[in-house]
């Protein structure tokens, strides 16, 4: 009898997880046979006649590898850079120095970092942009992205260096070590791996955001690929489904090289409470 | 081993070479470090000994420079240290944890302190080999932590500390992560090695018999407070306090309670169900005490003694070389230390001889009397 049942629960469970696995892994199979495909449709299908055709055409529109290969480069790299930088130097802070209710602090930054990035703020974000005149470039996209992705950064960080002791950099400091040589020999090495996880979350999420350039961009020259993807669209608002699956596949390859160069060079880890949660 | 310049040696004019003046470090309204004094002489291997939690850690973060102490002064080598950071202080420091870098090899970890001070590469690794070669790692140079065992990491923290010939060695509990036998191995290794170097060491330790058998002199802390300093056989023999005593020895010292009468003959004791003769020992009053004896200085009789204390037999413990025997007398175990392998043929009443000699006495506010 409980044998039976035993059988019975779990091939219920393969029916489901076959059943979900199925269903995230359609669009997959889609991105990656449609642009080999002369005559993509939006069904999967094998690529009939198969073709280069796509990719070439793809090419031949500068304004969209620039955006690509430029302007999305810099603007999720900038964004990267600087959210794994100072989310590194204030969880630090916030985990080392005694400051009352850091806790809370960090709490409320998370509670709220949603808001800043959220459509909700776009009119306030926009303002400040323009009073600082930085609307247009690509400083001011990093720098909105950088502000919206940073609570969770930090929380992330700081999830690293409360599990790195305090005797590594103790015994730093008691071997002879300045406050900087200690930060440069002891802590940002025993702080890369989650420096690394932090980046390519960060550098993902700025990869795929759509709004934020949407808005503060004006100029075609600077807009980044997931704006520029509508470029393949034809004057009636229709996609080319050759050229955007073709697009697509571009746009989706640095971020899976990155986090397989990241996972091959240092491993991800994740600490304390997240793991495995935090992307 | 060369390992002492001749700078280092020039510290030798000073006889005390750590001071603690009046030493007191709060954490908000807990008092960790009470008002310590001490002093340390060149050379010396002291022990700071106490039960977790008493301060003893923290006295010696004090003097590495990292804890600023609420209230008081600590001199190094004659000078003023108190307000120097930690690396204008010439310490070296072995922590509980080793605290070696995990992304370094083990030579990269030793010759840290000179890289640091802007050594050249070139003279930081013949060091380090020199080092490494003397705690008999130098074939394991090129490993991480992490690939090497405990035991050797161990050396590899003291070889960091080794390396850069400091006036003073802090060690905080460094053997307590190793296992019972490579821990009596480390003993003797660090007793020895600190013997031919010759530097001024403090060492923190909550396990006695570690104090007892590496240190030249030991202070043993309760609550911030530093109750007694002495020699290990000062403080075995002649214990201060009914604190002090019960901490030193294992088993520790076995405490009765009582009261003591004066009558024709001397002074009795008069504990639970019993009365012995004190003869003339020295402290011995009229009132409430408390009568200590180490486990190693009581007979045990199988037939009732005019001085002996009755009791029922326990449990017989066999160790080897020796015999742990516990009696219950009254409510209280006493136990006892025979030095012997034979198991002695014992019924369940026994009675205790205590040596009088050995018999201390404590006032009920743990004071001892003489």
Known sequence: MRSAR?????????????????????????????????????RVEWPSPFTLQ???????NTFAIRALFLNSIL????????????????????????????????????????????????????????????????????????????????????????????SYEESALVSGATAWQMFRDVVLPVLRPGMMVVAVWAFVNAWGNFLIPAILIRSPEKMPAPVAIYSF???????????????????????VILYLFVNWRYGFRFFGGIKGGGK | MKLQTEKKKSHRIYEAHVVLQDLTKHFGAVVA???????ISEGEFFALLGPSGCGKTTTLRLIAGLEKP??????????????????????????????????????????YPLKVRGVPRKQIYAKVEEVARHLKIEDLLNRRPSQV???????????????????????????????????????????????????????????QAEAMAMADRIAIMFTGRICQVGSPVEVYRHPLSKEVAAFIGNPPMNLIPGHITREEGGHFFIGPGFSISLGGIPGAQEGEVFLGIRPEHIRV?????????????????????????????????????LFTDDLPQLEEDVWLLPTLERVHLFDPTGKRLE
């Open chain 2, 149 to 207: 065992s405990g035991g050797q990491q161990q050396r590899a923290a003291v070889a960091r500390a080794l390396v850069h010939e400091p006036q003073v060695f802090l060690f905080d509990e460094p053997l307590s992560n190793l296992d019972a036998k490579l821990r009596l191995e480390a003993r003797a290794f660090l007793k020895h090695l600190q013997r031919e170097v010759g530097v001024t060491t403090i060492y923190v330790t909550h396990d």
């Open chain 2, 70 to 111: 609420t209230e008081g002064k600590i001199f190094l080598g004659g000078k003023d240290v108190t307000n120097l950071a930690p690396r204008e202080r010439d310490v070296a420091m072995v922590f509980q944890d080793y605290a070696l870098y995990p992304h370094m090899t083990l030579r990269d970890n030793i010759g």
């Open chain 1, 75 to 166: 603007q999720a790299g900038g964004t990267m850079l600087g959210t794994a930088v100072i989310a590194t130097l204030a969880a630090y802070a916030l985990s080392r120095l005694e400051i009352k209710g850091r806790n809370l602090f960090v709490y409320l930054l998370v509670l709220f970092s949603s808001v800043v990035t959220g459509t909700a703020a776009m009119v306030p974000i926009f303002l400040l942009l323009y009073y600082l005149r930085l609307i247009d470039t690509h400083l001011g996209v990093i720098l909105v992205l950088t502000g919206g992705l940073l609570p969770t950064g930090i929380f992330l960080m700081r999830d690293f260096v409360e599990s790195m002791p305090r």
């Open chain 1, 6 to 42: 035993f059988v019975l629960v779990r091939l219920g469970f393969m029916l489901v997880t076959s059943l979900l696995g199925t269903f995230f892994l359609l669009p997959v199979l889609w991105l990656v046979t449609a642009p080999f495909n002369a005559q993509a449709t939006l």
């Open chain 1, 233 to 255: 669209y034809t004057e009636g608002g229709t996609p080319v489904l050759t050229l955007v699956s073709a697009y697509s596949l571009l746009y989706a390859l640095p971020v």
């Open chain 2, 33 to 39: 470090v009470d008002h310590v004094d001490l002093t």
């Open chain 1, 54 to 60: 796509n990719f070439g055409e793809v090419f031949r």
């Open chain 2, 301 to 337: 009789l199988s037939e009732p003694h005019p001085q002996a204390i009755p009791g029922k037999l326990y449990a017989v413990q066999p160790l080897g070389p020796e015999l742990l025997i516990t009696v219950q007398v009254g409510e209280i175990p006493v136990s006892v230390r």
